[in-house]
T-cell receptor, first 116, second 113 residues
Framework: ETGVTQTPRHLVMGMTNKKSLKCEQH?????MYWYKQSAKKPLELMFV???????ENNSVPSRFSPECPNSSHLFLHLHTLQPEDSALYLC???????????????FGSGTQLSVL | DQQVKQNSPSLSVQEGRISILNCDYT??????FLWYKKYPAEGPTFLIS?????DKNEDGRFTVFLNKSAKHLSLHIVPSQPGDSAVYFC????????????FGTGTRLQVTL
């Protein structure tokens, strides 16, 4: 399997539930990202991990908790979410540094989350 | 404050004609620009990019134009095909860093027969 894969594709959860989103990249990249896409809004960067270390937290509420056990896997743990958190959550990866100065993001298909 | 703006939420073009998607930015420090394409139920995929040292980059049917003085970017698709129907996102960064990409809200292109 190639690229960036995300599971589940769809998730419906109540406000008191705990769930996790999973992302796996097969591109040999060293950086992984979580983005949120809400209707009619730009993609919002949530978290960045470089070499398994979190390098960016874009003022994300603590009810979203990321985990990066290695450079190929990324999780987003969800706890006591609100209905306004309903959105498409996209995982991405990239190769940071190296010979190419201009970096590109490679995205997964996303998890469509609905919070009831 | 949105630093990357795509003011047209949608565009409809006839097959075979030219599609022109526009993007404006406010941050003069941006020096690397990308276009992504997104089909329903799929993640965005990279389409074409341009560095600020150029004013044009071409890849097959896709050409991106950069007007730095106007802080304006456009994507031309010629000829347009039904398979080009998708949402197109403009993105920009400083120093070519993926972790600092700022995205627009997207333009939905519909190519009609």
């Amino acid at each position: 399997e190639t690229g960036v894969t995300q599971t589940p594709r769809h998730l419906v959860m109540g406000m008191t539930n705990k769930k996790s989103l999973k992302c796996e990249q097969h591109l040999g990249h060293n950086a992984m990202y979580w983005y949120k896409q809400s209707a009619k809004k730009p993609l919002e960067l949530m978290f960045v991990y470089n070499f398994k270390e979190q390098t960016e937290n874009n003022s994300v509420p603590s009810r979203f908790s990321p985990e990066c056990p290695n450079s190929s896997h990324l999780f987003l743990h969800l706890h006591t979410l609100q209905p306004e958190d309903s959105a498409l959550y996209l995982c991405a990866s990239s190769q940071v540094g190296g010979r190419s100065v201009n970096e590109k993001l490679f995205f997964g298909s996303g998890t469509q989350l609905s919070v009831l | 404050d949105q630093q990357v703006k795509q003011n047209s939420p949608s565009l409809s073009v006839q097959e075979g004609r030219i599609s022109i998607l526009n993007c404006d930015y406010t941050n003069s420090m941006f020096d690397y620009f990308l276009w992504y394409k997104k089909y329903p139920a799929e993640g965005p995929t990279f389409l074409i990019s341009i560095s600020s040292i150029k004013d044009k980059n071409e890849d097959g049917r896709f050409t991106v134009f950069l007007n730095k003085s106007a802080k304006h970017l456009s994507l031309h698709i010629v000829p347009s095909q039904p398979g080009d129907s998708a949402v197109y996102f403009c993105a920009a960064s400083v120093g070519g860093t993926a972790s600092k990409l700022t995205f627009g809200t997207g333009t939905r292109l519909q190519v009609t027969l």
